[in-house]
């Protein structure tokens, strides 16, 4: 079993950014990913990255704007937040997947950072 810790949420003004770490327990690897919800609001899956790093996904909202790495070595995803929107302000949670990496594989979850975007 993994265990996930995020850091790195806050306030921050529309057109800023803001990066998310999430390091991981442990020495396996697995595929990771992040998503997030917002008040109200059913959790929808952000961006995801395979244990290699070499193959990622995001949700078409944040294409452009947000990216999505790895440092193996240090067990730490990363989620890179650009040109942020107020419609991006929700709690983000880091998650990582045992089995496949569809947003429906993951069985991991941090406990979330709040991200605040103001207009």
């Known amino acids: 079993q993994v265990q996930l810790a995020e850091s790195g949420g806050g306030l921050v003004q529309a057109g800023g950014s803001l990066r998310l770490p999430c390091t991981a327990s442990g020495r396996a690897l697995y595929h990771m990913g992040w998503f997030r919800q917002a008040p109200e609001k059913a959790r929808e899956f952000v961006a995801g990255i395979s244990m290699s790093g070499r193959t990622t996904n995001y949700a078409d909202s944040v294409k452009g704007r947000f990216t999505i790495s790895r440092d193996n070595a240090k067990n730490t995803v990363y989620l890179q937040m650009n040109s942020l929107k107020p419609e991006d302000t929700a709690v983000y949670f880091c998650?990582?997947?045992?089995?496949?990496?569809?947003?429906?594989?993951?069985?991991?979850w941090g406990q979330g950072t709040q991200v605040t975007v103001s207009s």
């Open positions: 998650a990582a997947s045992s089995g496949g990496w569809a947003p429906s594989d993951y069985n991991y």
